[in-house]
């Protein structure tokens, strides 16, 4: 008969799953989809004009993701099929 692991302990299980919850290329992963997002809701005249009007506070972390995606597109998108790749081949 098996013994359960201890909480934390590195015998596997779903305590060992939960260990990488907040990683690095989740959050690369993230803020590439929020730049795609809103550089994309940029393009689309009623959505500009409803989300991504403010500047200042809250909603202008929306509007400054789309600044971003729409002056570095080229290096967005560069930056999007390498973290295909790594998400779907590498990890």
Known sequence: MRSAAAPG?????????????YSLDG???FGLLLVCTCAY????????AWLLSEKRG???VF???????TRLHVAVAVSCVL?????????
């Open 9 to 21: 302990s590195t015998g596997g299980g779903p305590a060992a799953a939960m260990t990488n919850v």
């Open 63 to 69: 509007y400054k993701a789309a600044v971003i995606g």
């Open 27 to 29: 959050l690369l992963v």
């Open 83 to 91: 973290m295909a790749f790594y998400v779907l081949v590498v990890k």
């Open 58 to 60: 809250v909603w202008g």
């Open 41 to 48: 809701l940029r393009k689309v005249p009623r959505l500009k």
